[in-house]
């Protein structure tokens, strides 16, 4: 499948950036042979003046602590002249978030520019709208991030009081994302009374306590959709398309079969204390 994707060049780097996969697109774009890739630095063919202190290609970095680098840049082709690319860089982590690879995809400019006209052509399926509700700014933050990266429209409250303000004033919402331990309001009274405004929204609790904990508190149901704190994207993914059920951008991605790196990160949302 990789092979198939001629107009998108596709390089798996190691840490250090030596390429360890070079696609049939990638030869399509800088003339490289696989056999003449592999193994060597990718840096090769980034302009000198552009590397950072350690002779690597700044994305890197980049990628690594941002979780994801796109930008237009030049690249040196086979026969020495200039290319402008689209290039995205993807830090890849096994289970216990130890960076293991890079991912990068590079396109040329003008199938990129296509890519998007005929994106914009199509009409636009709306994106599910979730409130995500969390009293603790971080957990929200990364879960709103992680929630957008998937494809979903997001608006947030720190508390339940403003979530039940927002959903009165808003009948787009699709999802209802509720963390369950809070100050004033938990996560189940909030579900009760959200209900009484939009009987059909769909519910989604998170805690850092397991479900049987919460249903003898009191505080969800019995068979409640509960995702536990601290969880992956994977995870957030999984259980959004369980409650949608709709197809979401990164879905085949973030939701595949075991454990396999993600292309696309899986950033852990925290659960700090108990929650």
């Given at each position: 499948m990789v092979d198939n994707l001629r107009d998108c060049?596709?390089?798996l780097l190691d840490t250090e950036g030596k390429v360890l996969s070079w696609n049939a697109g990638a030869k399509g774009l800088l003339g490289?042979?696989?056999?003449?890739a592999v193994g060597q630095p990718f840096a090769r063919i980034v302009p000198p003046e552009t590397l950072d202190a350690a002779g690597a290609p700044p994305s890197l970095a980049k990628a690594r602590r941002y979780g994801r680098h796109e930008e237009i840049c030049r690249r040196t082709h086979?026969?020495?002249t200039g290319l402008e690319l689209r290039e995205v860089v993807i830090p890849l982590r096994d289970p216990q978030h130890n960076l293991v690879a890079f991912g990068l995809m590079m396109q040329a400019l003008e199938?990129?520019?296509d890519a998007a006209t005929?994106?914009?052509a199509t009409p636009a399926r709306r994106a599910p709208k979730v409130?995500?509700?969390d009293?603790?700014?971080v957990v929200r933050v990364t879960a709103m991030h992680q929630l957008e990266d998937l494809g979903y429209e997001v608006l947030t409250a720190a508390s339940g009081e403003e979530a039940l303000d927002i959903l009165a004033r808003d009948e787009s919402i699709d999802v209802l994302f509720t963390d369950v331990i809070m100050p004033g309001m938990d996560g189940g009274q909030v579900a009760e009374e959200a209900r009484t405004i939009r009987p059909d929204i769909r519910i989604l609790f998170t805690s850092g306590y397991f479900e049987h904990a919460l249903v003898e508190r009191g505080n969800i149901k019995p068979n409640a959709n509960l995702l536990v704190k601290p969880y992956q994207r994977r995870d957030l993914c999984r259980m959004m398309n369980r409650i949608v059920a709709a197809d979401v951008r990164n879905s085949e991605e973030l939701a595949g079969p075991g454990d396999r790196v993600s292309p696309f990160?899986?950033?852990v949302v925290p659960m700090h204390a108990r929650r």
């Amino acid at each position: 499948m990789v092979d198939n994707l001629r107009d998108c060049g596709l390089v798996l780097l190691d840490t250090e950036g030596k390429v360890l996969s070079w696609n049939a697109g990638a030869k399509g774009l800088l003339g490289y042979e696989e056999a003449d890739a592999v193994g060597q630095p990718f840096a090769r063919i980034v302009p000198p003046e552009t590397l950072d202190a350690a002779g690597a290609p700044p994305s890197l970095a980049k990628a690594r602590r941002y979780g994801r680098h796109e930008e237009i840049c030049r690249r040196t082709h086979s026969n020495g002249t200039g290319l402008e690319l689209r290039e995205v860089v993807i830090p890849l982590r096994d289970p216990q978030h130890n960076l293991v690879a890079f991912g990068l995809m590079m396109q040329a400019l003008e199938a990129a520019r296509d890519a998007a006209t005929g994106l914009a052509a199509t009409p636009a399926r709306r994106a599910p709208k979730v409130l995500l509700v969390d009293d603790e700014e971080v957990v929200r933050v990364t879960a709103m991030h992680q929630l957008e990266d998937l494809g979903y429209e997001v608006l947030t409250a720190a508390s339940g009081e403003e979530a039940l303000d927002i959903l009165a004033r808003d009948e787009s919402i699709d999802v209802l994302f509720t963390d369950v331990i809070m100050p004033g309001m938990d996560g189940g009274q909030v579900a009760e009374e959200a209900r009484t405004i939009r009987p059909d929204i769909r519910i989604l609790f998170t805690s850092g306590y397991f479900e049987h904990a919460l249903v003898e508190r009191g505080n969800i149901k019995p068979n409640a959709n509960l995702l536990v704190k601290p969880y992956q994207r994977r995870d957030l993914c999984r259980m959004m398309n369980r409650i949608v059920a709709a197809d979401v951008r990164n879905s085949e991605e973030l939701a595949g079969p075991g454990d396999r790196v993600s292309p696309f990160g899986d950033a852990v949302v925290p659960m700090h204390a108990r929650r």
